[in-house]
C-alpha cells in the first residue's frame, strides 16, 4: 500500500525485453535507497512494482503483458520521468489516500490552465472509470493523491479538473506532461468496494 504522496522524481533507464514482455530498469534518482531490499514493493508512476535487482543508481523490475496494457509504462521511453513511492509502514502518516498501485485505467490531459499560482489540470477518463470519479474525492494520477475539484459527463465517461500546487509541480514528474499525455488513473477504492456491495445485494443467496 502506498499513500501517493511521491518520495521522488526518477526516470527509465532502459527496457530489457524478456520472454514476451520487460524489466525496466529505473534510476532512483532521490529516492532513498541505502535499505532497498530485493522483492520489496516500489509505486513507479502509480504502478505497484517489484524490485527483483538494484545497484548503485536504481532498481529493476518485471513488467508483465497485463500491467505493459494497462498503464503507460509500456510507452515510457528511455529517460523518461517517473514518479517514485515507497510502500508505506505502521507508522506513516497517511497524507494522501490509500493507494494500492494497481492501475484500473489510462486518462488523457485535456487542458492545463494557470490558477494564481497553481494549474488547474483537465482530464478525461473513459466510461468504466467515470462512475468512481467523485467531486472533492480522492484520485490517484501517475501514482499522486489529488482532490478531484469538478466532474462533468461525457458521451464517452467523463473529465474532472484538479489543481496542481507549486510544490507538486516541483516534486513530481508533472512538469513533464503535457496536453495529450496519457496518464496512470487509480481510482478511490472506497469507490469500488461500495459498489461491490451494493450490486452484491442483488446476487442469489448461496444455499445454506
Not at 535487482?53 to 503483458?65: E, Y
Not at 484500473?104 to 490531459?109: K, S
Request: proline residues 3%.
Amino acid at each position: 500500500m502506498f499513500t501517493g504522496l511521491i518520495e521522488a522524481v526518477g526516470a527509465l533507464r532502459v527496457r530489457e525485453p524478456r520472454d514476451g514482455d520487460l524489466r525496466l530498469w529505473i534510476d532512483a534518482g532521490s529516492l532513498p535507497r541505502a535499505d532497498i531490499a530485493l522483492g520489496e514493493s516500489i509505486a513507479v508512476s502509480g504502478v505497484c512494482l517489484t524490485v527483483v535487482a538494484f545497484d548503485a543508481d536504481g532498481f529493476a523490475a518485471d513488467v508483465s503483458n497485463e500491467t505493459l496494457s494497462r498503464t503507460t509504462l509500456g510507452a515510457l521511453a528511455d529517460g523518461a520521468a517517473v514518479n517514485l513511492e515507497r510502500a508505506l509502514l505502521p507508522t506513516t502518516r497517511l497524507g494522501g489516500h490509500l493507494v494500492s498501485g494497481h492501475v484500473d485505467g489510462l486518462g488523457t490531459v485535456l487542458a492545463i490552465d494557470a490558477d494564481a499560482r497553481s494549474l488547474r489540470w483537465r482530464f478525461a477518463v473513459p466510461r468504466a472509470l467515470a462512475r468512481y470519479i467523485a467531486q472533492k474525492g480522492s484520485v490517484a494520477i501517475d501514482g499522486v493523491s489529488l482532490t478531484v475539484n469538478r466532474v462533468e459527463d461525457t458521451a464517452d465517461g467523463a473529465t474532472f479538473e484538479v489543481n496542481l500546487v507549486p510544490h507538486t509541480m516541483e516534486h513530481t514528474a508533472f512538469g513533464a506532461a503535457r496536453v495529450g499525455t496519457q496518464v496512470n488513473i487509480e481510482v478511490d477504492q472506497v469507490a469500488r468496494y461500495v459498489e461491490r456491495l451494493t450490486t452484491a445485494a442483488s446476487f442469489p443467496r448461496a444455499r445454506e
